[in-house]
């Protein structure tokens, strides 16, 4: 009971103060209490743990919001995926004396601490988003994330709702020797590729051959097959098609739905996707995922728009294929813009920034909208290293490694040049950013200027 008490008056004392409170209640709560996950663990009939690259957070707070439709939920909306944030998740959702006001969880659990809190938790279904290359100083390459998941998903008699469209999440699902449920984009919808980029599993992982695309969505996403076995995209039994703003969502033997899109892009399309295909194997009813898609509010930093002197959107960016979909959708933008991209390189961020290198910053050079790209960060100078050999003109690469002064900066130019801001940065610059950001609408507000939060 101490753990809880501890971790709930921190949890108290933070919410006063107006900070986030997503992870140090939990970190001290589980120092004092380590089997604090096991008793919550008994105390919940379900979890639903979403896990994969890139998209989790999206995801879980999407699922979360369909399945708070029909009953309370407990979930780490904010990210927060490690043990203490999934500790903290519940030390919110419960009273004082540690009973919980709700049944079940849906959580965010990174794909390192899966197998660490997997025997503690009755996780029921697992949702993986995708398997890409992500802090190469702390998963190492793409064998050892696959190895995590998979121990994670053995220590669980859990349902696998997969990315077939994935052929990392495909080679899951055959090795896990569980019940395996796909989703993916209808075949139809599937490209060939504007430009080479790199690209991650383009080798088959059951026989080394190299595998072969009829066409693409984006990353590794598409049309595989392997000529020197029988490894091939699966069927999907839940599919998608992006149909203007909206996403038409089929399952076989039931009517088609057509569902609103709460950002744009086809990565946030499979976000999408991914929640209602997860939705429909707790055994959700439409009404409970059009009313969760219409409650839920984006979590920070994915794609989260502030209209201050200009326009400004806020992303996260964290590795190639997540960046490659980022510049995708802004070079979509079809106004006048400007960038600031921030790199740091602290733990959270990952060590290792030599990813900057196989994201596809080229993009940039074939946008004439593009004014200007600011960089900043601790590895500011990398970033605009980045750029010149990309081939954007070092004239309108600025350098302003403090993030501050570089939004203050992108901001003011924006506004003088009547152009939008888009803000690329990694993770421990993610929520500075969007707290100044937050601070100067508040500052604008009394003055008379429009500000909401929303997607584009």
């Known amino acids: 009971m101490l753990g809880i008490w501890i971790g709930k008056l921190i949890l108290w004392i933070l919410m006063l103060r107006g900070r986030d409170a997503t992870s140090l209640p939990g970190k001290v709560a589980l120092r004092i209490a380590p089997g604090l996950l096991r008793r919550f663990g008994g ?6 743990a979403v896990t994969g690259t890139n998209g989790k957070t999206t995801t879980t707070s999407l699922l979360a919001s369909m399945v708070a439709e029909t009953e309370p939920v407990v979930t780490n909306h904010k990210g927060a995926n490690l043990a203490q944030g999934i500790a903290t998740a519940f030390l919110r959702a419960c009273s004082w004396t540690g009973r919980l006001r709700a049944n079940t969880a849906v959580l965010e659990i990174d794909e390192a601490t899966l197998p660490v809190v997997a025997r503690d938790l009755p996780i029921g279904v697992i949702v993986v988003t995708n398997v890409f290359r992500d802090q190469l100083d702390r998963y190492g390459e793409l064998d050892g994330t696959l190895a995590k998941l998979l121990d994670g998903i053995r220590q669980t008699q859990a349902t696998l709702v997969l990315n ?27 490209r060939s590729p504007r430009r080479e980029q790199m690209r991650d599993g383009q080798f088959c992982l059951m026989c080394g051959q190299p595998l072969r695309y009829d066409g693409f969505w984006y990353g590794q996403l598409g049309l595989y097959r392997c000529e020197g076995c029988d490894f091939v995209r699966p069927h999907p039994l839940y599919q998608g098609e992006l149909q203007g703003g909206f996403l038409r969502f089929s399952e076989e033997g039931l009517p088609a739905l057509m569902l609103d899109l709460p950002a744009a892009g086809l990565y946030n399309a499979y976000n999408v996707l991914a929640a209602v295909s997860a939705a429909r194997a707790l055994g959700l ?37 997540g960046c ?29 920034v030599s990813w900057l290198w196989d994201a596809d ?4 050079v074939e946008d004439a909208r593009l004014t200007c790209v600011i960089a900043t960060g601790l590895r500011a100078y990398d970033m605009a290293l980045r750029l010149k050999y990309a081939g954007f003109p070092e004239s309108r690469i600025r350098l302003e490694p403090d993030l501050i002064a570089a939004l203050k900066e992108g901001i003011s130019s924006s506004a ?15 929520h500075p950013a969007a707290r100044w950001l937050s ?13 909401r939060t929303s997607v584009s």
């Open 43 to 48: 105390r919940v009939k379900r979890v639903i």
């Open 164 to 190: 077939g469209d994935d052929p990392l999440c495909r080679y899951l699902g055959l090795r896990s020797s569980r019940k395996v449920l796909y989703y993916g984009m209808r075949r139809e919808t599937a």
């Open 285 to 321: 009813p439409s009404a409970a995922i059009h009313g969760g898609l219409r409650a839920y509010r984006p979590p920070e930093g994915r794609m989260q728009r502030f209209d201050l002197e200009a326009p400004v959107t806020l992303h996260l960016i964290k590795n190639p294929t």
């Open 324 to 352: 490659d979909s980022v510049l995708d959708a802004v070079v979509s933008d079809a106004r006048a813009k400007l960038l600031v991209i921030g790199v740091n390189d602290l733990a959270a961020d990952g060590r290792d």
């Open 361 to 364: 910053f080229e993009l940039l």
């Open 416 to 430: 003088a040049a009547g152009a939008a801001m888009h803000a690329l940065v990694t993770y421990t610059l993610l």
């Open 439 to 451: 601070e100067r609408r508040d500052q604008l507000e009394p003055q008379g200027a429009l500000y």
